[in-house]
């Protein structure tokens, strides 16, 4: 009940947001999303048993009959994090639209809603197919926001989002009909699209290790652009840097999570001996993408583009630390996804914060911002520094874990070595970024008269802030909800 | 008597339209004559829902009489339902335009579409190749007139073209039919298929030709070219009749033609209907790609989709249930543009900037509606690929993908154009071309009925497609026990494909079929 | 002397059939003249089926001719009709008045 | 022997009747051609036992169908040369591949395999009662219901044509009511109202 | 009191963020007086602390689970014993006595809160590192006094060459710290624990392990880990080649040069070699490596300090020289004479640094020697101190330097390693160049003519940043301030007394018994050890030394230097300068290195640049592009034209019957 309370309460708010024109209607609205997400947060935490490794809090009942496709949801140790982490954030990015949405900010409240229960929903759904449609369902609202509220170039940006997207999620659909069929027709399961069963499917061998690698890649891609993975990444610094300040902050801080999710959801524990098969592949594609897009990140002139590229660097962590396919590696994707969560989302809304006083995103026109706006600029440098990943800030614990289980698992330890790069690498195009817009003397003489960031937008930050230190300082707090839930994964039952 | 009931819908319909004629004729009151063949249609239903219920005795009744000329089983009354509610919306459209632009001489035009009806109706029962022609060029000619109807230069060329073109598929798909006959030296569809050893290349050129001309008329590329100018001309209840009710009566046919074993999964003409229909999905979303103009856009739009429906043929899966989203969508967009547009021809993409921030319900409505043309979730057009795909891919290499998925997202990205146009703001040099938007009539009741139902369908099968599902089953005969049946054929069944180590590149089951009838001249049928 | 058999009528028809084909594709004619080659086609079919009829010794074909003729009937009508309608408004009944829906530029 | 001769004059005189169809300039020209077509087809299919059809085809089509194909010719206005579509050489050269593959792929596929059945006169039908009352019995009887559909063709052929016509005529001809067209008088020019007459 | 050396890191912590957040509210008075009372709280613990580890207390405990990766805990943990006490001391003295200067050295600065939650938040982070229990507490303190250091250095963040120079130590301390990673990575690879007490039991499995290397083959795993985690010892302590960011580092406040970039944070490396000495103690390999690196930084650094002009980069300099000291007393494995000297150093360098901070200041935020002069008569406290101090830093004997450094260049002298004889020239040139420098400094900023040309126009384009506070700044002499002075006369008197006072009980007691140990192989400590007869018999012994006649000749000859050239040449920027003198006064062209590299990386960004743009993108974007040419092509066809469709139609059924006659015949 309180997982279906998670999807659709949310959307229905949003819808209800549609119609909320005043700005007292619109406070009323993230009042009510607040306590909403409070108490759902809440109660799913209480009910949430962290010794065991399955699924819990299920919901099961036929939805299609003529496809067997169930309402079939549950949440273990991977997705409640994530799950946790999309409520706050978008309560986050709620408060933020008051400060830098200027037209229509009822309909960005409503998209924003709806976009955080379909992303619920993609976190708590069990059956392919539900996943599926709302994996894709999710492009909409987002690509609606980047289309209304988008910078210069957002037509471009929303149009290589939704079809890059699109492009990698149907090879996954052609992949789940396939097996779907290929299940159907042996009879000896009951066919449905549960994970499960597709998972005791190809256990049982049903499909030749040469169709398993195939439909391996098939779910691949489709994670993999959402990541993004390097070769798929491009549509990333499009959409992130036309994106409006809260589009970016959900982007980076949740979309790009459900491809770190549904490599773990899906192609670890259903294509297991594939993935391992193709783990050098992937761990050589995640390293191109830690190295070759951090360097790429320290060319860019605009800082979204930035930090948008550094989040692809950073995902790289991700998929590496799941391509080592152990669970130190697994648990170290998770933190890194975690925190990239508030890191992506804090450099974003101070970006934003800028962007919306000075209407630029080219780092020549800033410089000198510590001197006008001292409070963001505390709060810029803590994510920038979380964003190197500075040890007691929340973007060490991901790398760390990660690097260290690279050196653990044993597929080579000069690949910790072209990982721990990153070190330099982020620091150098984070470090660039601060220098550029933060420290300096004023150049931009509109900054002579910018407030510095109001109440409402210091709460935003430091929602963000807060997080971030207490999970560079106490990792455990969220690690152990996956911990079993992630050895489960590992031993393939 | 009873020989009457088993003809009974199409007796219906033909008797009130020998009435309606008179009406018209004499009666010159287009009240009278819209309610008439409301009722008409009404009546129609009603005949079909009575044979519905007695079909057994029906049958035992059909058999002794008029047993080769067309059959009576689920599939042809669900499509006659089918053809029978949808020709009620394009009346109820077509009498709202009446209404609101009062110099239209269309008070025949209802008179038309009940002739449409009536063809499409035949087509869809028949089991007899000359009744097939018959239904198929009374539904052709009825288009042909109702294309003209406008009487304009344009609406007389296209229909010229339209008429000219069509005739030459007919002819084309006539002279395959006689090629089956001069093969079998049957004229009925289970006769002609259960002859052991026809002249085997004759029937196959017939099968053949027969494709080419359904291929005309549904659209698929390459004998596309009509439906653009077709489309860019015509006024909008035609466009709604030749995307739906032409559509319904040639599926109704060919979904005949594999009921009745003359085409199976693994002949060739299957294997031509896939190459078209990928070719349509492909190159008619590219197409697309390139239009201004929304009518020309829906029009390729309706040939990529007719791509799609084509895979449905050959997997012998939910082709209704596909063709019945898509003219809820197509009716949607028709209705919304010319609620706004009237009969201008040109209404192009700049014209619709900043529809969906004047318009907000409207404008949602249609944004809803590309998602669902483009296939995104959660939209009933998702529904409609994934069942598509669901049946392709259960007897066919997974490698046509790679086609369908560029041909989809080459159409995706058009549909998401328009929105994109929908939500642009509009600058202040762009309000002259927006004057063209006029509010035409969407205060009309009828208008406003049609539109709240065509709603209520496609929101009611976005979140339960079951019923409709069920039903596209019901119909289809075989339905999605597709993959039982192609186990019992001996040659390029799924297994082949299934139980190989890896997929090989080249279209496996392509060429083994094509192989095949040389083994195995004639596909088993029971 | 050969005899006589049905591949000879078929063979004729064929031929028939393709030069109706071969009248749609020179357009420089009058629309009319489009008709008349959709008659032809209609003449190829026919004599395929009396030939057929005859194969089989099946009196179908020769039912099917009958169908069809009153097919080509109507369609010539309604043909006719349109292209005098054509006419009225553009004062030509050529093809190649008949142009001006179309995409390219 | 006979049939021989006969089938290869009418053939010869059909395949020249329809490509002068195809190919005269003057549509009245392929007009009659057509008929001669007709002609020797209902000749042909005499030859085929069908006696009945091929009169049916002259009478019916010769006699009324092409009278009104040349009815309508006579109708549209021939007094202007006809325009000469401009057919590139380049299409025709395409149309020509076309044409030829066509013929070749029907040769091929329909004579590789084809067997042959022997037509001497009358043989194959011997068994049956080859009669116009034989026609229809079947028609009336077995194709009852395809006779009402072919009817209901015609009645909408009629319907339609008289419906087209009819509103085109209220527009067009000179007894229908006048109306103002606001469009073609803002679009007078002053050329159409005013002519100026130099005096030399 | 079992568990209050857990406040040792919290309250320096506690007091940054009063001072930080709510300074403002505070202000100057309570802030400060809060922060200096913690500071003493903390020095008082240490002090506590220290006489229970002498009391033989030794505490290694876990405080919480960090984090659980897969079957790896890792917890945050403190160990209390010698090495940490004794650094918590070092950390806590320098840091009260830095407090105490700030008071009035940053008086005006509008960033004085600021500042000052930097320096508390440092001694807090710097104490967490030294009280580490594992490995990656100590990265925490390592990368976290790397962080406070950063915002320090570019405390004037309005300065250009601030920023740089902030950005160059960060980045170049994280090359380091990649090697630390991995260095401590492997150890987590092949111990499956960071935590200290493991991994040294764990030591003879390591040193029996081989580790293939591509390219090189076989190595010892032990060297290898020892190579890594030294690498990043490098960068902290900043030895050649990755020393250029301290120098640059001087662009910070005065106050935290002392701090930071000379007490304490960069010995943060050879604390953390210290402790790890059982690990290198395995391997010859890289004791020879730090041996070389330390002398060579050693000497080649003490050259470099004689030619600068800068007040603050002359001790800058000095202080890389005596942390090479430290390195190769490191390599010589005489791991208690390097924190002997590390302790001996923080002293007297942290002096040196706050006075050349009050002549700074006193000469209006001139830090060119040769604008000074004469200073000793107005600031005489200031004079003495640094006196003594430069005494202390050439090693003359009662002063608390000789006492640590002679003791090195024994060593290295006694040490067995193949390099250590090179290393022993090296320390002893050294050894001469030290005190020439040090007295450089001294005479010319002390003795000599007041240079009374202090233009304000020079003081424009070098800090403009504090000329708004120069007016308040009329007072030319901040002896005056007790402030001031209080931490100069303290630090003094350790720098006179730390030498005999501790080193009985640290070099030649058995402070360090247990902690710090040499393998029996590498006896020089042993040696020295042995003869050592006493403080006295030392001091004696030293007359005779020939490193105290280098030092003193090293006097001599600054004197005869200052004398023979009192006024030093002002660069003129168009002058020529030979390819030696420019190699040679751009230390050594380790700077150009570094660009080069920096521009190397860029243009290969840049080239990563276009590949994302042109190669990755415009691959991807072929396909709309294909779609779209293809498709305009393709619409050329729709003419309108009825014959032109037919055409297609008919080609269609041609092209399917061709299919059929391919496939059928």
Redesign the interface.
Known sequence: MMLSVSIWAPIILGALAFFMRSRSGQVFIMILAAGLFATLACSILSHFDVSLSSHQLIERALWIKQYKIHYFLGIDGISLPLLMLNLFITLVVLLNTFFTIEKDIHVFQGLMLIMAGLVNACFVTLDIVLFYLFFEAMLVPMYLLIRRWGGKNRVYASYKFILYTLAGSLPMLVAILFMYSVISAGGALSANFDISTFKEAVAKNWFGFADQKWLMWCFFVAFAVKVPMFPLHTWLPDAHGEAPTGGSMVLAAITLKIGGYGLLRFVVPIFPAAFVYYQSTIIVLSLIAIVYVGLVALRQTDVKRLIAYSSVSHMGFVTLGIATHTAMGIQGAMAQMISHGFVSAGMFACIGALYHRLHTRQMEDFGGVATAMPKLAVLAILFAMANLALPGTSGFVGEFGVILAVLESGVGDGYALIAGLTLIIAASYTLLLCKKVFWGEIKNPILNHVKDLSFGECCVLLSLAIPVLVVGFYPASILKYSQSSVNFLLQGK | MSDLLVVLPDALLFGSLCFLVLVAAFLNSRCILRWASIATVLGYLWSVTYQTHHISELIAIGDAHFKSLFVLDASSLGMKTFAGIVTLLVIIFLESIVFASAPEKAKEGVIIVLFGLLGASIMVGASH??MS??GL?LLS?AL??LI?WG????Q??????Y??LS??AS??L??G???I??AT???NFVSSALVRYPLYNMYTIGQILIVAGVAFKLGWVPFHFWI??VY??ARWYTIVALSSLSKIGIIGFMMRLYDTGVFSSNVIASQFIIVLSILSILIGNILGV??KSLR?ILAYSSIANMGYIGLALVCRTGAPFYLAIYILNTLVMASILFSRFGHALDINLEDIKGFALKHPYQGALLTFTMFSFAGLPITPGFWAKWHVFKGFFAQYSPWFAIFIIIGTLVGTFYYVRIVKYLYEDVDAKDTEINSKITPAISSSFSYGMSLSIVVIALLWSTVAPDALLSWSERITGKGTATLEEAARLPVASPHAVFTTKAIPLKVPTLQKSLNNPLVNPMPPVQ | ????????????S???????????????????????????????????????????????????????????????????????????????????A???????V | ?L??LV?SIF?IV??MA??G???SRQ?VH??LN?VL??FS?AC??IM???E??GL??VL??VG??MV??LF??M???FA?P????V?TPNY?FR?GI??AA??AE?GIL??SK?S?????SGD??T??QWSVQ??AL??FNH?AY?FEV?GA??L???V??IG??KY?DQE?SPKAPKRQNIADQVRVKKEDRLTLVKSS | MNQSYLLIPILPVLGALISGFLGRFLGKVVSVTIALLLMLATLGLSVFWLNQVNAGVHINQDIYTWAVFGKAAFSVGFLIDPLSVMMNLIVCSISLMVHIYTIKYMEHDEGFFRFYAYISLFTGVMLSLVMANNFLQLFFGWEGVGLVSYLLIGFWYNRESAIYANMKAFIVNRVGDLGFLLGLGLLFKFCGTLHFDSIIQQIPMLASKQYMLPFIGNVHLISLIALLLFIGAMSKSAQIPLHAWLPDSMEGPTPISALIHAATMVTAGIFMVSRFSPIFEQSDAVLNFMLAIGSITAASMGLLAIIQKDIKRIIAYSTLSQLGYMTAALGASAYKIAVFHLLTHAFFKALLFLGAGAVILAKHHEQDIRRMGGLAKKMPVTYICMFLASLALSGIAPFSGFFSKEPIIEAVKLSTQPVASWAYILLMAGVALTPFYSFNLIFRVFHGEENEEIDSHHNHHAHDHHDSHDAAHHNHHPEPFFSIKLPFIILAVFSVINGFWLAPKIIYGDYFANTLTALPTHPAWVHITEEFHGVGQAIHHSLTALATWLAVGGIVLAFIYTKRFPKLAMDVPGEKKSIFMRWFSSGYGFDFIYKLLASFTMAIACFACQVDKWGIDGLINVLPRGVNAYGSRL?????????TY??FI?LGVVLMLGYLVFFLR
């Open positions: 190749y000359l022609y018959l060029e000619l042909v007139v003209a009487l304009e230069t344009e007389l060329e296209a229909a010229i073209k008429f000219i005739s030459l002819g084309i006539l002279f039919v006689s090629l006959y001069g030296g049957h004229l653009s100018d860019a001309s390139q239009q020309r | 002397m050969i005899s006589l058999s049905i591949s000879h009528f078929v063979f004729i064929t031929l028939v059939f393709l030069i109706g084909l071969v009248g749609f594709l020179f357009a420089r004619k009058s629309l009319v003249v489009l008709l008349m080659c959709i008659e032809l086609l209609l003449l190829a079919c026919t004599t395929n089926f009396v030939v057929f009829a005859k194969k089989y010794a099946d009196i179908d074909g020769h039912l099917a001719v009958f169908f069809i003729l009153t097919v080509a009937a109507a369609e010539s009508a309604i043909g006719l009709a349109l292209i005098l309608l054509f006419f009225r408004k553009t004062q030509s009944a050529n093809i190649s008949a142009v001006s829906l179309k995409e390219s | 022997m049939p021989t089938f053939s059909l395949l329809a490509l169809v195809v190919f549509a392929a007009a057509l077509a007709f087809a042909m299919w085929l036992d069908a009945f059809l049916v085809l019916v089509y009324a169908v009104l194909f309508v010719l109708m549209l206005d202007k006809v325009e000469v579509e057919n025709r149309v076309v044409i066509f013929m029907m329909l004579y084809m042959s059945v022997s037509i001497s194959a039908l068994g049956m034989q026609l079947r028609l194709y395809a072919a063709i015609l909408f052929a009629m339609a044509v087209l016509v085109s067009n | 619409r050329q066809w729709a003419n309108g034209s009825i014959s037919a055409y008919v």
